[in-house]
């Protein structure tokens, strides 16, 4: 059974949205790529997920959305992750995390779209636990704060 991780959302950051109206077409397909990016800051106990969604017609992107969610943890949760100059986030936790980043990112791209032809694109479901498949791992020497 998992560990219960006490946390809470810190901060929501739009990190960039572009639209790119030369390359879309409203009512043919389109593609998209998605991606996660992940960071900490040790001395606040916070835990940064990045999101990250393309959409392309054509090989060539039309809108580009990435939000950042902070999390904050308990003392006691950080204390659990560290081990000697590393923390590991166990994958459960960050599948957590992703999925409410992803949830947030599809409310943003809703936001910024609204009212526009470009609103018909949906941030679709993703499967965050076949994205990610083993624990985060930092190096503590190394790592740049969130």
């Known amino acids: 059974m998992a560990k219960q991780v006490n946390f809470s959302l810190q901060k929501i950051i739009t990190e960039q949205f572009a ?25 606040k106990q916070i835990i940064g997920v990045s999101f ?11 809108l580009t959305l990435e939000v950042s969610c902070h ?20 994958r459960q936790f960050i599948h957590h ?13 809703h936001s910024k779209t609204e009212n526009t032809p470009l609103n018909r694109f949906i941030l679709p479901l993703v499967n965050v636990v076949e994205m990610i498949k083993e624990d985060i791992v930092f190096n503590l020497n190394s790592q740049k704060p969130v």
């Open 19 to 43: 639209i790119f109206e030369e390359n879309v077409e409203i009512n043919n397909p389109s593609q998209f790529a998605v991606a996660f990016d992940f960071r900490l800051d040790d001395k």
């Open 52 to 62: 990250r969604i393309t959409f392309a017609q054509n090989n060539r992107p039309f």
């Open 71 to 90: 999390f904050h943890t308990t003392e006691e949760a950080w204390k659990s992750f560290c081990q000697s100059d590393q923390i590991i986030i166990p």
């Open 97 to 109: 995390l992703c999925m409410i980043t992803v949830g947030t990112c599809r409310g943003v791209l």
